[in-house]
């Protein structure tokens, strides 16, 4: 299985929804950092998904690429996991991001 790829920055919220469901899903992601301003990957993903918006998933697995966080999770879940019915409604509200930012994690 080839890995995921996330394209993703730091302080987005629905970027941490996104990561935060990779930890309980315990997947094998690679990580492209896409800060404001940054050089190397933001105009990669203008150019693949058409705009510059974040989180960004690749599945090359499946040939998969999407952005919009709710519907990565719901991939993830649905291709990896046990299904998107069982995403905890905490992690689906962003309470889980709120929480784990506090802790630092």
Not at 84 to 98: D, I
Request: with cysteine.
């Amino acid at each position: 299985q080839i890995q995921l790829e996330l394209y993703e920055f730091e302080g987005c919220p629905f970027c941490k929804k996104v990561r935060e469901a990779v930890i309980w899903l315990d997947l094998d992601v690679l990580f492209y950092p896409c800060p404001q301003g940054g050089p190397n990957f933001r105009e990669q993903i203008k150019q693949r998904g058409g705009k510059s918006m974040f989180p960004y998933m690749v599945d090359p697995n499946t040939k998969i690429e999407m952005y919009e966080s709710d519907d990565i999770i719901d991939y993830l879940y649905d291709t990896y996991g046990p299904g998107k019915e069982k995403v905890s409604s905490l992690l689906r509200a962003g309470a889980l991001t709120v929480l784990t930012a506090g802790f630092g994690l």
